[in-house]
């Protein structure tokens, strides 16, 4: 593929890896224009039949296909699009997942997190709809750095399609790694979090859609084993958080996918009586 011409130093780069798209992409393009930032939405096209077109996505936007010819997983699919956001001078770059929507606003408000503070990498609260836009939890994460940093032994601090961090930050952690499958941004923000500042916004900037066949269901008993050696890699003898999250995510195995859901659900629901 050729390459684009460099872009302005605003830009924001929204990644989006996608293997055999279900009808959701253009959707999920629509909702990353018109957030009051320069967009270019960089899509990994890992391997799907039919290969994807850009041309269907969102017609007079800068929107780039990069497509692996078979299937290589998110992991090399992620570090396909990131090699291409760096060789292009991209310095900020955005997560989403097919069928997950951008709020209005979105990119701009993180981007000001980036460029005003000492921080490299920027989360959100987010909040899980059904095929049919029903409402089924939300979740909000610690908001400062420090707080980011002791959670991040026992519980989820990010979710992944709500990032954005500056290009930067790869020139001293690197791309993601492959050594870690359904868990590879677990990983990623550990290895930032170690090096940089990072923080997350308290309102929700992102929708994404709850699928009970997602990868992360398909694949649980993987993710959870992955999530244990990053775990156990990470490990701090002199913080009982490291001990709680081990004995959490070995909980994890036994207790059924649908039991936790549903308790996120009670938690959230309560959590908007008690804030109303």
């Known amino acids: 593929m050729l390459e684009s011409a460099a872009c302005d130093p605003g830009t924001v780069a929204v990644l989006i890896p996608v293997f055999n798209d279900d009808g959701r992409l253009a959707t999920t393009v629509q909702s990353v224009h018109e957030q009051g930032v320069?967009?270019?939405?960089?899509?990994v096209d890992d391997g799907s039949t039919p290969?994807?077109?850009?041309?269907?996505?969102?017609?007079?936007?800068?929107?780039?296909?990069?497509?692996?010819?078979e299937n290589q997983g998110i992991e090399r699919a992620l570090n396909t699009g990131l090699d291409y956001i760096q060789r292009r001078g991209i310095r900020y770059v955005a997560r989403l997942d097919n069928g997950d929507r951008c709020v209005p606003g979105r990119l701009a408000?993180?981007?000001?997190?980036?460029?005003?503070?000492?921080?490299?990498?920027?989360?959100?609260?987010?909040?899980?709809r059904d095929d049919s836009g029903r409402w089924r939890f939300s979740r909000t994460f610690p908001t400062s750095h420090d707080a980011i940093v002791r959670a991040l032994h026992h519980t989820v601090v990010f979710m992944h399609a709500s990032v954005m961090f500056r290009t930067s930050v790869l020139?001293?952690?690197?791309?993601?790694?492959?050594s870690y499958p359904v868990a590879e941004d677990f990983e990623f923000f550990w290895r930032i979090a170690r090096r940089h500042r990072?923080?997350?916004l308290a309102e929700t900037?992102?929708?994404?859609?709850?699928?009970p066949q997602g990868l992360s269901?398909?694949?649980?008993?993987?993710?959870?084993?992955?999530?244990?050696?990053?775990?156990?890699?990470?490990?701090?003898?002199?913080?009982?958080?490291?001990?709680?999250?081990?004995?959490?995510?070995?909980?994890?195995?036994?207790i059924p996918y649908a039991w936790i859901v549903a308790l996120k659900g009670r938690v959230s629901r309560r959590t908007e009586l008690a804030t109303a």
């Not at 290969?51 to 010819?69: K, N, Q, S, T, W």
């Not at 900037?205 to 699928?211: A, K």
């Open 51 to 69: 290969p994807i077109a850009p041309a269907a996505l969102a017609p007079g936007h800068d929107v780039v296909v990069l497509r692996h010819e």
């Open 109 to 128: 408000r993180q981007r000001a997190v980036l460029e005003s503070d000492d921080v490299h990498l920027v989360g959100s609260a987010v909040e899980w």
């Open 198 to 200: 990072v923080a997350n």
């Open 171 to 178: 020139s001293t952690v690197g791309n993601y790694s492959t």
């Open 217 to 254: 269901m398909r694949r649980r008993r993987e993710q959870l084993a992955s999530t244990l050696r990053i775990q156990l890699r990470f490990f701090d003898a002199f913080t009982w958080r490291s001990y709680y999250g081990v004995l959490k995510t070995l909980a994890r195995f036994i």
């Open 38 to 43: 320069a967009v270019v939405v960089v899509i």
């Open 205 to 211: 900037l992102v929708v994404t859609r709850f699928d």
